[in-house]
């Protein structure tokens, strides 16, 4: 599954009204409720604030809303793009300004179908892992070596240069043989809990 870091908008204009797409990311399905009235502050007084979510590791939870809308034509086909896009803990809300002229239940999935999709082209996409993390300890002989095999293995996170140099990173790759095979060359070699990584995916 794929998640978003940043909230992301997009504007659309079907037969004079204005739809206005907005992705928030999605920390709790609780948040919900909270996040659209932060939509209505970002952009007050429109007619309508249709939206869908989809929340858990799997995607296994989800929302959709019509807002006053005539029944699936908002909540569903946002809910709908979202899903195609394989994305979760997501929210995407749909503002509508009205323009004077209906668009009728296939024009209204049409605009809001066209505009949730159209966000989402706009969005940064993460995936998430659980990687492990260590700690070791060296003597300073030793950095440009574990510098350049780390460079490529490896996400550092802190590095401490005292009297000896302790390095603090989560591997990127599932193999960790290196790091047997060169134990007897540290001080100490400490595996710590699993971190969360985050890598840049493509839209």
């Not at 569903?76 to 509508?96: A, D, S, Y």
Request: glycine share 6%; net charge neutral.
């Amino acid at each position: 599954m794929r998640y978003i870091k940043e909230i992301r908008a997009f504007e659309y204009i079907e037969n004079k009204s204005l739809f206005i797409g907005i992705l928030f990311p999605l920390e709790d399905p609780k948040e919900i409720s909270q996040l659209i009235l932060k939509a209505k502050d970002m952009y007050p007084k429109a007619n309508h604030y249709c939206s869908a979510s989809i929340y858990g590791d799997s995607g296994e939870l989800h929302t959709a809303d019509d807002n006053g809308e005539p029944s699936r034509t908002a909540g569903i086909p946002i809910l709908e793009v979202l899903k195609h896009h394989h994305v979760t803990n997501i929210l995407c809300v749909v503002v509508r300004y009205f323009g004077g002229i209906k668009l009728g239940a296939s024009g209204l999935v049409r605009a809001y179908t066209k505009t949730s999709a159209e966000v989402l082209k706009a969005a940064t996409f993460y995936e998430k892992s659980f990687v492990s993390s260590y700690e070791i300890e060296f003597g300073y002989a030793l950095v440009h070596t574990m510098d350049h095999i780390l460079e490529k293995k490896a996400t550092i996170l802190e590095k401490i240069f005292l009297e000896n140099v302790t390095y603090k990173f989560v591997l990127t790759q599932l193999d960790s043989s290196f790091l047997t095979d060169m134990s007897h060359q540290f001080i100490s070699l400490k595996e710590g809990p699993k971190e969360i990584l985050w890598t840049k995916v493509s839209s």
